[in-house]
């Protein structure tokens, strides 16, 4: 089944300590997204790869790092999680020129 | 399910009326458009989407309207059913950033009612 993966779905942490969230996706996208959703701002975009060892910020990177090593993996990295970081988070996939698929999101709180 | 559709704009209709969801988009040179649905507890799910050199185009049960000189979006769905009920939000892509470069509006929830 074609489907974007994130793990952990629920996430409950303290300031300061690393954390990681996995994205993978079984459908050889080139795109892959990160976006927070909060209540009354709809999804914004943290952080994108266009393809291997391409990313680029969105519109709300701070706070956040991504690699990509391989293709069908994103993880979004928060070195130093702050409780304004608590939130909604998808990631999404595309091939290129096509629309976005999203994951089922992971929701993190941020004690 | 996850609170994301606190204070949202609601659209309520009755079961098997049509309904119609609009958006202002913010970038005039963006081109591409995109209508997603998000059912609570779940990922935005792509609807339909329409590019800048169209004014309208139809799916199954639902049609997207452009237009560019107001930049408005709307989302046309036909026969609405309670299943359609979800938190409804347009994408705009502006220039940059390829096709992964997103820009989402704040969302509507339609209610759907029996």
């Known amino acids: 089944e074609a489907q974007v993966t994130q793990n952990p779905r629920y996430l409950i942490t303290v300031t300061g300590k690393k954390l990681t969230v996995t994205c993978s996706q079984n459908m050889n996208h080139e795109y892959m997204s990160w976006y927070r959703q909060d209540p009354g701002l709809g999804l914004r975009q943290i952080y994108y790869?266009?393809?291997?060892?391409?990313?680029d910020k969105g519109d709300v990177p701070e706070g956040y790092k991504v690699s990509r090593k391989e293709k069908r993996n994103f993880p979004l990295i928060l070195e130093s999680p702050s409780p304004n970081q608590t939130s909604l988070y998808f990631c999404?996939?595309?091939?290129?020129?096509?629309?976005?698929?999203f994951g089922p999101g992971t929701r993190l709180t941020v004690l | 399910g996850e609170s994301v559709g606190l204070h949202l704009p609601t659209l309520s209709v009755q079961e098997g009326d049509n309904s119609i969801i609009n958006c202002a988009y913010s970038n005039s040179a963006s081109d591409y458009f995109i209508w997603y649905k998000q059912e609570s507890g779940k990922g935005p799910q792509f609807i339909i989407d329409i590019r800048s050199n169209m004014d309208k185009r139809q799916g199954q049960r639902v049609t997207v309207l452009l237009n560019k000189t107001v930049k408005h979006l709307s989302l046309q769905i036909a026969a609405t059913q309670p299943g359609d009920s979800a938190v409804y939000f347009c994408a705009e892509n502006p220039p940059g950033g390829g096709y992964n470069k997103l820009i989402f509006g704040a969302g509507t929830r339609l209610a759907v009612h029996p």
């Open positions: 790869s266009m393809n291997v060892e391409v990313t």
């Open positions: 999404a996939s595309s091939r290129r020129g096509d629309t976005q698929y």
